[in-house]
Structures are given as C-alpha cells and as structure tokens.
C-alpha cells in the first residue's frame, strides 16, 4: 500500500469547506493531472468552465437543487463534452454520433478523477455534483455553451471542514466478474445491505432507515431526468 | 508536487508488457481503488469483467481491432454499464433514460481511472482499449452480459516493457475556460499544433507526418462507430 492508494481509499465526497482558498499553483496541478489523463484517439473533447463569479456560482448551486457548497467551495469546475473546439478547426466533423457523446462522458469522467485524486493528494476535498443536469439547458445558458458542447457535472474543491465516515460499497466479488458476466449474489447482497442500513442510520447528517437496495430501488423506480435525450439532441450531440 | 501527482503527470499509455503477473494482492488494490471511487446516487452501476481464458483474451484482442496486447497484458478488464443489478433487485426500475447511461459511462471512467492510477502508482502500466466498442455486439455475447448491461471500454494492465514519450496535451488555457465558454484560440491551437506535429514524426512507433488538428479533423469527419444507439437500444439502454 502506497500514498496514492492510500487517498484514493480514502476518499469520502466532502460538501462542507473552509474558507480557506486553493492557492494557484494547487488549482495548476489539479488541472494539469486532468490534461494528463488517457484521452480517446487523443481526440480531448472535454472542457472546464472555472466558475469565479459569486452570481453565477450562486445561480449554479440553486439550479444543481439548493447544494450551498457549489457556491461555498474554494472551486467549483464545470466538466463539459467539448466538440465545438474541433467544429471550429474543420466543419467537416460529424459530432452528432452517440459514440462520440460516450467518449465525451466515458474521458470527462476520467479526467475529472485525476483532478480530484490531486486534490485529495495534497489534502484537499471535493464532491461531484450531477445535480447540474436537473436543469441542463439553464445551465447551458449560464456559462454560454456553443453548439456540440453540453454540460455533463460539476465538481467542488475546497479544504475539508467535515470528516464523514467511509461509506461502504458493494462488496468486490460483486463488482468483479471473471471472463463472464455473473447474476446477482444474493447473499452477499443481503451483508451489504445490513452494511449500508447501518451506516445510514448512523451517519451523522441525512440519516435514515434505508439499506442500498431500498435506496437504489427507489432512486431508479423514478424518471431519471427524462430530458437529458433532448437536451443533447438540442446541442447536435447523441442524434445518430 | 508529491508523489500521486508526479505518477498522474507521468501517465503514458503503455500497450507493451513484459511477462510478468500482478499478484493478487496488487490487483486487489487496484479494484479496490475502483470500488472507492464516487458514483453518482450511490447507483454503483459500473461492473468489471476480468478476463483470464486465454481464448477469450485472443478474441477480444482480435474484436478490438487486432491489438495484440490485449492478448499479452497480465490483467485484461472490461468495464461495463450494469443496472442489470438493480434490475435483478426490482423490476420496477427504468433503466431506459439516457441520463442513466450518462452516469454509467462517466462513472465508469471514473472508477476506471482509480484502477489505472492506482497501478501506475505501483509502477504499472495501462492502456484504455476503446476499441472494443467496434463490435459491441460480439464483445456482449463473449462476455454473456445480460440485458441493462453494455460493454464501455477494456483497460490492459502489466509491468511496462516500453517507456514512450509524453504525448503533448491541448495547452491547459485551450481545456480551462473562466465563468463562460471561450472560444478557440487560434494562436494557442496553432503552436500546439507544431508541437504535435514534432511528437508524431519523432515518436518511435506509427510515426506520421501530421499535428492534432489533422489527426481529429481525420477521425472525426468519418462516421463515429454509427451502431453505438443501436447497441444501447438493444441492451434496454438509452431509449428515452
């Protein structure tokens, strides 16, 4: 076990922070580690929207649904699929595939893991915020995306002020198949659940008394944002 | 700088391997790694299929595209969407939305990328193989995933036998916007250019006499993998 591993295990989202700033050369090295990530065909279609205006980060943290840390972090970033860059080389390109859109999410994703692990390196914290998308076209508008770039999640950055507990995940055996895909284990299913009841009910904000496959089950039972089709269509993306 | 950055800032894609295996206690650090990662709502819709049978590997490396590592790596995973989990838990849920791919794909790439740094850190190697989505269809049925689960992206892992350059990112003022979308800079667009178009004939393997804006203006003018929507649709996937 090394140092990386180390934080990368000990990774807990943090949504209260100092006040404390990230100096320049921290935010540098945070963005440097998400430049230096694998790529696809080297094709980078990701851009970062750095939000330094109080108005807009106030306006961002309501629309993500009233998360006050988008406005009180140090940083919040703003990863987004990025096609227009190349669109504005050669109008040639063909950004409208579905592939293109997975790319974009499959390498944002990437990228924006390497920022985070380089903050929590250098003690840091921060938490994804996928509450973005609950207004997708607002948020669009706010930091004036062009057509083929589409807003995907946001992140906020900061000096943790809390220090929540690990919260537990599915167990290994059933992350990891081998060589095929296996069905579901229900006991070890049935252990996870007893783990995440447990810790639901005694963390210290947002208890309840709900295991994973409650929540999941609940979550998933709903519309998930049954306008995120449109909203890339309306950007030319994910149309083919 | 410490450590973990020096490791991310260092990341070459290396797609030649030695003989040598990860032992089981370096692979556990590296899923582990995964597993830590944030997923969006707790879903955890992310599945790794590690492919040890021989002629799977062969297969795979030949439906990638003849990519003779894929065969070679010590340690060949398959990342995969799975809300078949959730599904086997309760049928009342819509795996359809295009927003649940969404969080597949770029929760993937996170947890994916916890896994690659994870093993750089340990002085290991990787490569994303994106090219398994070439014949998505084949690559599904080889690896027996059931409906609400896509195959993403493979990721070879090994001790390097090869140490190849850093290939030149998009200058970060290019990937980094402030408050608002920038458009292009040209200026910018066109000294990377020349830097790329020195790393290209330079580099010692597939040398080629062309810059960045070439190479993706090439890549993206063509049809981006077209069946891609229709893979998705018939895993359940991506349909509202």
Redo the contacts between chains.
């Keep these: 076990?090394?140092?990386?591993?180390e934080?990368?295990?000990?990774?807990r989202?943090i949504r209260s922070f100092t006040d404390a700033a990230i100096s320049d050369e921290q935010l540098?090295?945070i963005?440097?580690?998400?430049?230096?990530?694998?790529?696809?065909?080297?094709?980078?279609a990701?851009?970062?929207?750095?939000?330094?205006?109080p108005n807009?980060r106030a306006a961002l943290a309501h629309l993500a649904g009233a998360q006050p840390y988008v406005a009180q972090a140090a940083e919040f970033l703003v990863f987004?699929i990025d096609?227009?860059?190349?669109y504005?080389?050669?109008t040639?390109?063909?950004?409208e595939?579905?592939?293109?859109a997975?790319?974009g999410?499959?390498?944002?994703?990437?990228m924006?893991?390497?920022c985070?692990?380089?903050a929590e390196?250098?003690g840091l914290g921060g938490?994804?915020i996928?509450g973005l998308?609950n207004h997708p076209h607002e948020v669009d508008a706010?930091?004036?995306?062009?057509p083929y770039?589409a807003v995907?999640?946001g992140m906020c950055l900061g000096v943790p002020a809390q220090d929540p507990q690990l919260?537990p995940?599915?167990p290994?055996a059933?992350?990891?198949?081998?060589?095929?895909?296996q069905?579901?284990n229900k006991p070890l299913?049935a252990q996870y659940d007893q783990q995440t009841m447990a810790y639901y009910q005694q963390r210290s904000s947002h208890n309840k008394h709900q295991d994973?496959?409650n929540?999941?089950?609940k979550?998933?039972?709903?519309?998930?944002?049954?306008f995120?089709?449109e909203y890339?269509h309306s950007k030319g993306l994910?149309e083919?």
Tied chains: 1, 2.
């Excluded at 963005?31 to 980078?44: D, E, F, L, N, P």
């Excluded at 040639?92 to 950004?95: H, N, R």
């Excluded at 595939?97 to 293109?100: G, H, M, N």
């Design positions: 076990m090394n140092t990386t591993i934080t990368i295990l000990n990774h989202s540098n090295a963005i440097a580690a998400g430049i230096a990530a694998s790529s696809s065909s080297m094709i980078q990701t851009s970062i929207i750095r939000i330094t205006d807009k987004c096609y227009q860059r190349h504005s080389i050669s040639e390109i063909k950004p595939y579905t592939e293109l997975l790319i999410a499959i390498d944002s994703g990437i924006a893991q390497n985070l692990v380089a390196s250098m938490v994804y996928g998308r706010l930091l004036n995306l062009p770039c995907l999640f919260k995940r599915l290994m059933m992350i990891l198949h081998q060589n095929e895909y069905p579901l299913l994973w496959s929540t999941v089950t979550t998933l039972s709903k519309e998930s944002r049954p995120m089709a890339f994910m083919k």
